[in-house]
């Protein structure tokens, strides 16, 4: 199994930036389908951004296609999603996610992931 650490959450005004990482220890990620989901208070899980594994194809939300950009550092084992013009509905605790078997089919399913980080809060202001 993968672990995961995230780090880099923290409170924004609305149009502004943040990025979270996601670092992996154990196994090397360019095995493993890893994606972002977040959960707002009182509302389920919900994809925002993942991304395959070989070749490594990206896949998005549409409330966040043009704003949220989701990469990988193989030499560092990390994921990252890059946020920008966020909004106060991007508010919640965004989980980092992976999976080494999931089909491209089921990718924005929280429930197909085997591992997760611990969850960074998002809070974004208006």
């Known amino acids: 199994q993968v672990q995961l650490v995230e780090s880099g959450g923290g409170l924004v005004q609305a149009g502004g930036s943040l990025r979270l990482s996601c670092a992996a220890s154990?196994?090397?990620?360019?095995?493993?389908?890893m994606a972002w989901f977040r959960q707002a208070p009182g509302k389920e899980r919900e994809a925002v951004a993942a991304?395959?594994?070989?070749?490594?194809?990206?896949y998005y939300a549409d409330s966040v296609k043009g704003r949220f950009t989701i990469s990988r550092d193989s030499a560092k084992n990390t994921v990252y999603l890059q946020m920008n013009s966020q909004q106060p509905e991007d508010t919640g605790v965004y989980f980092c996610?992976?999976?080494?078997?999931?089909?491209?089919?089921?990718?924005?399913?929280?429930?197909?992931?085997?591992?997760w980080g611990q969850g960074s809060q998002i809070t974004v202001s208006s």
């Open positions: 996610g992976a999976d080494s078997a999931l089909i491209l089919t089921s990718i924005f399913n929280s429930r197909q992931y085997d591992c």
């Open positions: 154990g196994r090397s990620i360019a095995s493993y389908t």
């Open positions: 991304i395959f594994r070989r070749p490594g194809h990206t």
